[in-house]
Nanobody
């Protein structure tokens, strides 16, 4: 089970940190992802972290967003800096009980469990 939080209203250029608490079984092999869906748009990949520490980002967030995991708290974070109005969306965390290859972390269908989503609005 995943529980996302941390969304809100922020001005352009501001920062937010999203959290996703992962409960239930403890997995040693996994892929954790963040996706987003803007109004009227499709859900799209944002970032992923795999067991072993490797990460992958969509081009439009590289250098601005960072995904990391606190193993002790079983929580995955998405630190979002230099936010832009086009980052406005509902953000979802997702979990897969396998370590997908980096070329395979982006498809929605590769994730088995999803959080409920948290709204991020970037506006002045």
């Amino acid at each position: 089970q995943l529980q996302a939080s941390g969304g809100g209203l922020v001005q352009p250029g501001g920062s937010l940190r999203l959290s996703c608490a992962v409960s239930g079984r403890t997995f040693t092999v996994y892929t954790l992802g963040w996706f987003r869906q803007a109004p009227g748009g499709e859900r799209e990949f944002v970032a992923a972290a795999r067991s072993g520490g490797s990460t992958h980002y969509a081009d439009f967030v590289k250098g601005r967003f960072t995904i990391n995991r606190d193993n002790g708290l079983n929580t995955v974070y998405l630190q979002m800096n230099n936010l832009k109005p086009e980052d406005t969306a509902v953000y979802y965390c997702a979990f897969a009980p396998r370590r997908w290859a980096m070329s395979a972390v982006t498809p929605i269908a590769h994730y088995d469990a999803w959080g409920q989503g948290t709204q991020v609005t970037v506006s002045s």
